[in-house]
C-alpha cells in the first residue's frame, strides 16, 4: 500500500468534498431544468465544496510555512493576502467560489443551477492548483 503524501490527502479530502456537494445536489435539491427547488440542499453542497477549498488551501499554505490564525479568526483576507502573492488568476477563482458557493448558494440559497456549477468549477481550478 502506498503511502500517501499530506498535499495528496488534502487534495483527495477536497476532491471529496466537491463529490459530496455534487451528491447532494443531484439526489436532494431537486433540479427542475435551470433551477433547483430545494434550497437547504443548494445550502448545504454548496458550504460543503467550499469547505472542501478551504482545506486544500489551509493545506498548501501550511506547507509553505504561512502561519494561518487561530479557527475562529479565519476571515477570507488571509487567503486573499496569500493568493495575491502566488497567483493573481487563482485569486480571481477564490474570490468567484467565495461569491458563488459560500455567498450566493451557501447564505442566499440561490436556486440557479448556472451559478451553483460556476462555483464547483471555481473550486475545482484552485483545488487543482494547490495540488
Known amino acids: ?3 500517501l503524501k499530506k498535499e495528496n490527502l488534502e487534495h ?18 431537486g433540479k427542475n431544468g435551470n ?14 465544496a467550499w469547505g472542501g477549498v478551504l482545506i486544500v488551501l ?16 479565519m476571515n477570507v483576507d488571509i487567503y486573499r493576502e496569500y493568493l495575491s ?8 477563482c477564490f474570490n468567484s467560489a467565495y461569491n458563488h458557493l459560500h455567498l450566493f448558494g451557501g447564505y442566499d440559497k440561490e436556486l440557479s443551477v448556472a ?8 473550486a475545482q481550478q484552485i483545488i487543482d492548483w494547490c495540488k
Open 12 to 29: 483527495s479530502e477536497a476532491l471529496r468534498y466537491i463529490a459530496n456537494a455534487k451528491t447532494i445536489l443531484k439526489e436532494k435539491a
Open 1 to 3: 500500500m502506498a503511502v
Open 35 to 48: 433551477f433547483y427547488t430545494d434550497g437547504k440542499y443548494v445550502s448545504m453542497a454548496c458550504n460543503t
Open 85 to 92: 502573492k502566488k497567483n493573481k488568476t487563482i485569486l480571481k
Open 115 to 122: 451559478n451553483t456549477k460556476a462555483g464547483l468549477d471555481f
Open 58 to 73: 489551509n493545506g498548501k499554505m501550511k506547507r509553505e510555512n504561512v502561519k494561518l490564525p487561530a479557527k475562529n479568526r
